[in-house]
């Protein structure tokens, strides 16, 4: 508790509670794979999330990225300035057509790190956590068998999401369904975890909007006193991520 300077009231602002980015979301920069695919197009690996909307804010070059979900199949153009967002559930593939960068929105700060994605890779790899996990987990190694080992991740993924698409373009809907049970089965163990994140993130930074608003509606003004301004620089650049290289913050 902070005690107000004008008064005998309290605050429990952002200097004692949740102080993440706006809304907490997670963002990061991303330089898209420009490796090509087995159907000839370079980019990045396809995957859904389970708990988090995903937006691209594009800041150079050109591409497309390929959605697929229970309504079909759609291509998003993607140029400097263009800006889209996606609900989880949606299979997502970057296409890199010209030196695609796009800054990363991800909703639920903490979740999509704790493993809120899952690569589209045939269905005799989704079986259990343990198959799934030695397929798609990045090992320690020079950068060199780490660009292998993610290139033969996103070709995977590429050939499942093919198949996933060819399928309900034939009008069957039974892999893309089996598919997200699949996927829910994968992050099963993980959920109290996921919890535990949420609570002490987003949620608890709606509950803080919460606390203020009824402060302010009873006239108490006193959390503006707990103010801090935060600032961070990449703690890692370049990482192997699904769809490309990442500069990332610990926020």
Known sequence: MTTSRTGSSTSTGTASGFAGLPGAVAVSHLTVYDWEAADGLRGGTPHLHLTCSEGYVVTAGRGAVQTLTAEGFESTPLEPGALVWFTPGTIHRLVNEDGLRIVVLMQNTGLPEAGDAVLTLPPEHLTDPETYGRLVRVPEGTEAEQAAFARRRRDLAVEGFAALRAAWDAGDEKPLLDFHRAAGALVAPRLADWRARWES???????????????????????????????????????????????????
């Open 201 to 251: 993130g987003a949620a608890e930074a709606s509950r803080q909007t919460g606390a203020q608003l009824d402060r302010l509606t009873e006239g108490d003004a006193a959390h503006l006193a707990d103010a801090r301004v935060h600032a961070r620089l990449p703690h890692a650049r370049g990482k192997f991520g699904m769809c490309g290289r990442l500069d990332t913050y610990a926020v």
